[in-house]
């Protein structure tokens, strides 16, 4: 191993020096040695060298079509390779920056997939990760930053990862060959969307050969491609230089995921989500010091990815469950891309990384603060410290008093926090987050003091160090700084410059560690109140600092948190709300635009916070406090609405507009004259103008402003200084537009060609390359049109959509646009989820990554789904109707009982006890509901030690219903009590005759295949014994007609259908709220069961096979058997033992007649004598002519052949056919000489 | 998940519409107080009916009344459409109030919808049985008055309501409706066919801003139980106000009798301006006796009707006026446009009308508290329009089975499928190569195929 790292270290060391050459040697040809003299061998006749073009340039003929079939087929294929390119894209709705890219790491265990995640770390940002806990996001190029992620080791894990990854590096042990794991990921991926794929081998200097380790390497290779393509890239890491990857070999690597494109998914387009990369846990400490099992609140960070997030949407938290998000915040991006100066490359500065669950970066941004992560170290304890240090002694827990003394200071703070609190609700619903956060990480920290005497023991040892579960992440962030503290102290402070300077810092000492917690001034006097209690503490620093605040930073920082707000403050009154804005709309035509929004708007949609009269409310118990709370408000809010609108709830239903009160007189000239040019026949130029007017600018008025607005004055108060300020935005506009215009036209190109080369997608606009390739992109682009016209079409007009969308949401402000579109991707959000099981904290783990996903409309809703299943290829066994399963479809996971079915030829979804074995069926299934189209993974086993394949089943889910039609086969057998001619009375087939009611005119059958149909039921007189003599009466006799008599002994059939029922039974995997090495147990199968309890399989004795009872065998006459083509079969049967009466009976002959006897016999003899010998001489006389002819026949053969093949064959085959009839001839002759 | 919560609402008012996104949005709706204090509490039985219409169409869907009928539980289903259904409307309101929600919910139904609504009358039973008779029971239908001055007619929705569908990308083929008879008040007779495609996936965003000129102006008028002169009279009065500004008015007449005059006497016009950007403008009205249960039942008994000349006069004059305020759309199809607009994929729609309607803005609150989407509504000071802005929900037609796409079908000569735009078409395909019919249908973009079966051992 270390010769071979030697080499590669030189081969590195080679490969830096010639990096710093300009330009490459261009390839040389061979001119003398062996190749060169093995390339001439090879073609003596020039012709190889030539490209195809050129041959067929020579020799055109040689080319040409031989064969129309082939020639069609050829026509045919090219078009279908031309229709297959041909696809319309998917709308790429995404505007600004996209979120990070996701690149899941995954792999077994110990193949080096966290060593893979330090050595790109390493690469890409020149520091040394530690450890590897949850999602890292670094900036990797300009334009481009990546979230790596390792992949959890369990399944559900896996499933979850395969949802979010935009990239999946897989890592496969070369030198142990490919584990399961992989196999299952990739097809977990393949059903979830394929991303991206990328193999990587490792262990490879485990090999000595080199020899077998090239053979290895091809042998993955080619296993890789057949599982995803032939060419699927698979990299390999050849080995370990000083505990890590070769330098070359993860710069290698990184180019390659640098350069991938990542195409969009169509489940992820259309659903929201985020990798969740920081997780907090808000509840107030208080209600978790009274019950540590309380419902907790948490918020969740992390990049929006999929599609826009609105307000009001569901969420499901894998693993968790499904909650409504109460709190949206959009957030500064904590990992910023770098400003587009023109440069190349990165600068050292810009080479970000956030990893909060790791424990890097130790700035923290919330809603409305910064944390600052500083080092125990360097903390200075206050006085009740110093007491706590020599209170603990190494190894050992805190004693009581110390307990003592800090519970006493956490209730302190938190009864001040209580007050403020109360406060603050009051003045608005505003959730306090600060402290909350704080308090948790005190919480924390008890257990830290513990872990941190034995830290470097434990380095090495992930598992153990996760046993302190939700204060991992805590914990790392102080041994990082123990480890590097230096470099760290180096990175906060480069980390810091874009956000730093328009906040303050406020110190505050917490059980052993100083947080500096920092202020944005903006929040001062929004929320003075909350922090007036602690500006009492540090009063001087904030004055001081508050000066240097940058004013325009500052304004951008406010308009974040004013959304926020607007979000958040339902109860906030308006007019406190245009005053704020007074303060922070610079731009005059921003604030127009808002003007005119908010005026029509506000008509309809009432004061931007207040609802309608049609209040929404939950039923749910719990929220009627807030209810009545507010109601007095709500009410308020109404009637003044009311005032405006409509003053009747009962008011018809009815779309007409009907009251036009004054219906003009259009008769009149005036009256024509204004609208005539409404029609065809007016001024065409005013017209249009009439549509370009409202269309380019609004703020253009006319005369007819005051007309206009005329209409909304008396509804509206603030109107009258509105006209004004658009003419003063105008011009602020008129150059907005003219560059907003450019830059639309630029975007469309760019457009244009992205759709033709979607390879290209990440180029800069600007770089001469791109606009070359552009102008290229354009003039094939005409071409193509002329071709494929429609498609083209199609494709531009769904293009133009996002130019359309682009344009029309720049327009708009932050506030509207937010309403209107939502949260879009790539912002940073932070998402308040309420109520969830304090599980979910406890059982925190930073190395299982938490996935919220949004829910489309409906998409919460429960019914019968119906999907297309087929059992995997690799599970061993068929899967069993009501055995539950674990499937993932969407965001879920969950277990549920499914019923498989097939579809008949008639529409009817048969039930089927097993799943076919290579075959698709119809699985029904009761879950949350997932549009048609999507994906599903179904696994049986969740455990890890499962040796073999854990995914049971694919599908696709095909609709969803409230009802669920499936049927299976049921045969009511019944026997005959008593027969007429055709007609019989059929009993025990049915129980009552309300029963043979049902079945009146059903189809019957006997087992001997006579058909028949169900009447009636027999009155009681007929059928049975009447209940005069005696014996009571039995229900349930039909009468049924036959097409011929029925025997007594028959059995008879009806077949009929019953519907079968699903079981209403789903179970969401709630992993996220156990501890993760725990096997999550759900519905146990039957087999499971009886496994467990030791039971038998029941037997029924009918079904159990039994010897099958010999017929009686039916003896043929010989005639019969020997002339018949079953002769042959016949002889099994044996005829009756005795002889016939002639081989009985003894002859006693006459002299005379033995002499007769005699001679016949003697003349017999003869005769058959001489039949043997002519036979034999004939024979010997055909042998002689059939040689002859053979002779004959082969020497016309070798004459003709050269002229043509075919005649020749079929000639052969001829003779053969005459051979064969000769020779049957021969035989038939034979057999008549015999005299048979 | 398992406890279903209720969105609360209050009052009789937009119940159509309320139940419509309800539906739409799967949100279960809990509605009180409708009409408490009235004299006549509860709901009214066009309300009832819209009800039942939505239970035919759907699969599952809960509806609870309390006894009183002040209080209503609706818990939508799965829109399933499906043929030849047939509702009775009843009398109490026009057919108008129940296309309207109709043809929305039926764009997202699991199956292509089509139903025959049909007033009701004193001889149902024989409609009824002529009807199943005709139909075979296997198309939706409604009875009922197809003529009303309340709610736009049965010609309007013709001639306006089902081109403005167009504009979404719904397709035209099984888009329609069929006037069997007519009906006016107070006893109705009327019936109709409508039938509405699915959508396959979502609607298609617009932007329609272009209210072009006025390039045509179309009419129908139509009679039942009375003279043709009647609509002879309306034809020329309404022209004799167009003939000022435009010379491309034809109206039409539609005189009905026997069986399809429905059962009681009246008259009506319906005009729509077509103009040069495809925007169609429509107004309309009917005239007949007052319904029996209306209030003042005997003064309108005994009040004339207003003459045909008046009518038609009043309608053109109704007409330009709608045509000066401006917009694509007229006042009455505001609504409409605005929860198309909401239902449409995540692009912006952007749309002009003229004043806005207070239906229409019932229609937008709604929209915002069923759909979360809201509109950026600004004022068009230069042509007195308001321009509207939104970005759709991104309703997607969950209900309707899975359709394979081209790229989506494996091994395409081996299969057999149909095309699910006509469902009748079965294309069995031995070797694609040999079928370049099948060729152009792949050609021609998206379309979708209903895999029949699929030849299960190339998967």
Not at chain 1, 241 to 257: D, Q
Not at chain 1, 1146 to 1168: F, G, T, W
């Amino acid at each position: 191993m270390a010769k071979l790292s030697e080499i590669s270290h030189q081969k590195s060391k080679k490969k830096n020096d010639g990096s710093n050459e300009q330009g490459h040697k261009s390839h040389r040809i061979r001119k003398s040695g062996a190749s060169a003299k093995k390339k001439s061998k090879s073609n003596p006749n020039s012709n190889e060298g030539l490209s195809k073009e050129q041959k067929k340039i020579n020799n055109p003929k040689a080319f040409a079509f031989t064969s129309t079939v082939k020639a069609k087929r050829l026509q045919s294929r090219a078009t279908e390779k031309e229709q297959k390119r041909l696809h319309v894209p998917t709308i790429d709705r995404t505007t600004g920056e996209p979120a990070p890219f996701v690149v899941v790491v995954q792999g077994p265990p110990q193949v080096g997939k966290s060593l893979l995640i330090k050595c790109l770390i390493k690469h890409y940002t020149k520091h040394n990760l530690p450890e590897v806990r949850g999602p890292i996001t670094i900036i990797s190029g300009k334009q481009r930053r990546l979230q790596f992620v390792e992949c959890p080791n369990d399944i559900n894990g896996m499933i979850d990862c395969a949802k979010f990854a935009d990239l999946a590096l897989l890592l496969i042990d070369g030198s142990y060959g490919f584990e399961m794991e992989t196999f299952e990921f990739l097809n977990i991926l393949q059903n979830h969307g394929f991303p991206r794929v990328m193999g990587v081998l490792t262990h490879l200097d485990k090999f000595k050969d080199v020899k077998k380790l090239k053979k290895t390497k091809q042998r993955l290779k080619h296993r890789f491609w057949t599982e995803i393509y032939d060419g699927a890239k698979l990299f390999y890491l050849s080995g370990l230089i000083h505990g890590k990857y070769t330098k070359r070999e993860v710069h290698n690597l990184a180019r390659f995921i640098s350069v991938m494109k990542f195409p969009p998914l169509s489940w992820r387009v259309s659903h929201p989500y985020i990798l969740v990369d920081r997780f907090e846990d808000v509840t107030p400490p208080e209600k978790v010091h009274m019950n540590s099992k309380c419902d907790r609140t948490v918020t969740l960070y992390g990049y929006l990815r999929g599609c826009n997030l609105k307000k009001g949407t569901k969420a499901h938290i894998a693993g968790v469950g499904d909650y409504p998000l109460s709190g949206i915040t959009a957030l500064a991006d904590p990992c910023p891309l770098p400003s587009a100066a023109k440069k190349k490359g990165l600068r050292d500065k810009e080479k970000l990384f956030y990893a909060p669950m790791s424990g890097l970066g130790d700035l923290l941004y919330d809603k409305d603060a910064v944390y600052i992560n500083i080092n125990d170290h360097f903390v200075q304890f206050s006085k009740d410290d110093g007491a706590n240090e020599e209170g603990v002694p190494k190894g050992k827990q805190r004693d009581v008093g110390v307990e003592l003394v800090k519970s006493l200071q956490n209730t302190k703070y938190s009864v001040d926090e209580k007050l403020e609190k109360i406060d603050a609700r009051e003045v608005a619903d505003r959730e306090v987050l600060l402290e909350p956060v704080e308090q948790y990480q005190h919480e924390i920290k008890d257990e830290d003091g513990e872990l941190d005497e034995d830290s470097d023991t434990e380095d090495d040892d992930g598992l153990e160090s996760l046993d302190g579960g939700k204060i991992s992440d805590r914990k790392t962030s102080s041994q990082t700084i123990g480890d590097s503290s230096d470099e760290e102290a180096l990175y906060s402070s480069e980390q810091r410059p874009p956000t730093q300077n328009n906040f303050k810092e406020q110190l505050d000492f917490h059980e052993g560690r100083v947080r500096r917690k920092a202020i944005f001034e903006n929040e001062m006097d929004i929320d003075d109140q909350k922090d007036s209690g602690e500006d009492d503490e540090d009063g001087q620093d904030d004055e001081s600092d508050s000066t240097d605040n940058d004013a325009t930073e500052n304004g951008d920082d406010e308009n974040l948190s004013t959304h926020s707000d607007f979000s958040a403050d339902d109860e906030e009154d308006n007019e406190d709300e245009m005053g704020n804005a007074s303060k922070w709309k610079e731009s005059l035509s921003e604030r127009t635009a808002l003007r005119h929004n908010i005026n029509l708007m506000q008509l309809v949609y009432g004061k931007p916070a207040s609802k309608s009269s049609t209040e929404m409310k939950d039923t749910s118990e719990e929220e009627s406090e807030d209810d009545e709370f507010f109601k007095p408000k709500g009410e308020g809010n109404k009637k003044s609405k009311e005032g405006v609108n409509d003053n009747d709830v009962d008011i018809d239903d009815c779309s007409k507009f009907l009251s036009n009160a004054s219906i003009k007189d259009w008769k009149s000239e005036d009256l024509i004259a204004s609208i005539r040019d409404r029609f065809v026949t007016g001024d065409w130029s005013k017209a249009s103008l009439r549509n370009q007017l409202s269309e380019g600018a609004p703020g253009d008025n006319d005369d007819g402003d005051d007309a206009v607005f005329g209409e909304f004055e008396d509804l509206e108060t603030g109107q009258k200084y509105e006209s004004h300020q658009d003419d003063i935005g105008d011009s602020h506009k008129d150059d907005d537009l003219a560059a907003e215009e450019r830059r639309l036209k630029k975007l469309a190109l760019r457009a244009k060609f992205d759709a033709q080369y979607p390879s290209f997608t990440t180029y800069n606009p600007f770089s001469l390359s791109f606009l070359m390739k552009m102008m290229m992109a354009i003039m094939t682009q005409r071409l193509v049109m002329v071709k494929e016209m429609e498609v083209d079409t199609l494709i531009r007009r769904k293009l133009n959509w996002r130019q359309v969308n682009i344009a029309e949401l720049n327009e708009l402000d932050e506030v509207t646009r937010i309403e209107i579109e939502g949260y879009r991707t790539g912002t940073y959000l932070r998402i308040e989820v309420r109520d969830v099981p304090f599980q979910m904290v406890e059982n925190f783990d930073p190395c299982h990554p938490i996935l919220l996903g949004g829910l489309a409309l409906g998409e919460e809703n429960v019914g019968y789904m119906q999907v297309r299943l087929k059992r995997h290829r690799w599970h061993k066994k068929v899967l069993k109707t009501r055995d539950p399963i674990i499937v993932s479809i969407g965001w879920r996971r969950y277990q549920t009982v499914p019923i498989y079915a097939i579809e008949d030829s008639n529409g009817r979804h048969r039930m089927l006890k097993y799943t076919p074995e290579h075959m698709h069926c119809l699985a029904m299934f009761w879950g949350p509901l997932a549009p048609p189209h999507t994906g599903v993974v179904a696994v049986q086993n969740l455990s890890n030690n499962q040796a073999s394949f854990r995914i049971t089943a694919t599908a696709t889910v095909l609709e969803f219903n409230h009802a669920a039609r499936i049927v299976k086969k049921i045969k009511l057998v019944g026997y005959a009590c008593k027969i007429f001619k055709k007609t019989a009375f059929i009993e025990d087939m049915f129980t009552s005759d309300l029963e043979i009611a049902r079945f009146e005119g059903a189809a019957i059958r006997t087992v001997s295949g006579i058909r028949g149909q169900v009447k009636k039921a027999v009155k009681e007189e007929i059928a049975n014994k009447s209940k005069k003599k005696g014996g009571h009466a039995k229900e349930g006799i039909a009468r049924c007609t036959f097409e011929d008599k029925i025997k007594m002994g028959d059995i008879v059939f009806l077949r009929a259908w019953s519907q079968v029922e699903i079981p209403q039974f789903y179970n969401p995997l709630t992993t996220a709220l156990q501890p993760r090495d725990k096997t999550w147990q759900g519905m146990k199968t039957v087999a499971e069961l009886r496994r467990e309890q030791n039971l038998p399989v029941p037997v029924n004795k009918d079904s159990l096979y039994k010897k099958v009872k010999e017929v009686q065998s039916i003896g043929y006459p010989q005639v019969i058997t020997g002339s018949s083509a079953f002769c042959i079969k016949a002889q099994r049967y044996t005829f009756s033992k005795r002889p016939l009466l002639e081989n009985r009976r003894a002859v006693v002959m006459e002299p005379h007649e033995r002499k007769v006897h005699a001679l016949v016999q003697h003349l017999q003899l003869i005769r058959n004598e001489k039949i043997k010998n002519g036979n034999s001489r004939k024979r010997r006389r055909e042998r002689h002519k059939k040689w002859s002819v053979q002779r004959k026949s082969k020497f016309q053969e070798e004459t003709e052949r050269g002229k043509e093949g075919k005649v020749h064959t079929r000639g052969k085959t001829k003779e053969k056919a005459q051979k064969f009839i000769i020779l049957i001839l021969e035989l038939s002759a034979f057999a008549g000489a015999s005299g048979i | 998940m398992g406890k279903v919560s209720y969105m609360r609402l209050k009052g009789s008012q937009n119940l159509r519409l309320r139940l419509l996104l309800s539906t739409l949005s799967t949100t279960p709706i809990l509605i009180e107080d409708i009409r408490a204090d009235a004299t006549w509490p509860g709901l009214r039985p066009h309300e009832v009916s819209f009800l039942r219409v939505l239970e035919k169409v759907s699969d599952d869907c809960v509806v609870e009344i309390n006894e009183t009928g002040t209080k209503l539980k609706y818990k939508p289903g799965i829109v399933i459409g499906g043929r030849h259904l047939i509702h009775d409307c009843g009398t109490s309101r026009a057919i108008g109030y129940f296309l309207e929600p109709l043809i929305v919910l039926g764009l997202f139904g699991k199956k292509a919808l089509s139903i025959r609504l049909k007033g009701a009358t004193s001889s149902m039973t024989r409609l009824l049985g002529k009807s199943l008779e005709l139909y075979n029971y296997d198309t939706v239908a409604l009875i009922c008055i197809t003529n009303d001055s309340k709610d736009p007619s049965v010609d309007t929705f013709r001639s306006t309501t089902l081109p403005m569908l167009k504009q979404f990308g719904i397709p035209s083929e099984g888009l329609d409706l069929k006037i069997q008879c007519r009906g006016v008040p107070p006893h109705g007779g009327g019936e109709v066919i409508l039938s509405i495609p699915i959508v396959q996936d979502s609607l298609k965003a617009i932007t329609w801003i272009d209210e072009g000129m006025v390039k045509r102006i179309r009419g129908v008028t139509f009679s039942t139980k009375v003279s043709v002169q009647f609509e002879n009279t309306m034809i020329h009065a309404a022209r004799g106000i167009f003939n000022h500004l435009l010379p491309d008015v034809h109206i039409f007449t539609d005189h009905k009798a026997g069986d399809q005059a429905g059962k009681s006497p009246g008259y009506g016009i319906s005009l729509f301006a077509e103009t040069t950007s495809g925007c169609f403008i429509s107004a309309d009205t009917a005239v007949s006796y007052g319904r029996v249960d209306d209030e003042g039942e005997l003064d309108d008994k005994k009040k004339e009707l207003s003459p045909p000349g008046d009518i038609g006069e009043k309608i053109a004059s109704v007409l330009l006026t709608k045509i000066e305020q401006g917009g694509v759309v007229d006042s009455t199809h505001q609504g409409l446009l605005f929860l198309l607009c909401a239902l449409c994929p995540q692009d912006v729609s952007k749309v002009r009308v003229g004043k806005l309607s207070p239906y229409g803005i019932e229609v937008l609150r709604h929209i915002r508290d069923f759909l979360g989407v809201k509109f950026v509504i600004k004022p068009d000071p230069s042509t007195e329009t308001v321009i509207l802005k939104c970005v759709g929900c991104g309703l997607k037609n969950l209900s309707r089975k899975e359709m394979l796409t081209w790229d989506d079908i494996p091994f395409k000569d081996l299969l057999c499928f149909r095309m699910a735009s006509q469902s009748t078409s079965l294309i069995r395909m031995g070797n694609l190569y040999e079928h370049n019919k099948v060729h152009n249908i792949a050609v021609n973009g998206p379309q979708k195929f209903h895999v029949l079966a699929v030849d299960q051992s190339i998967r």
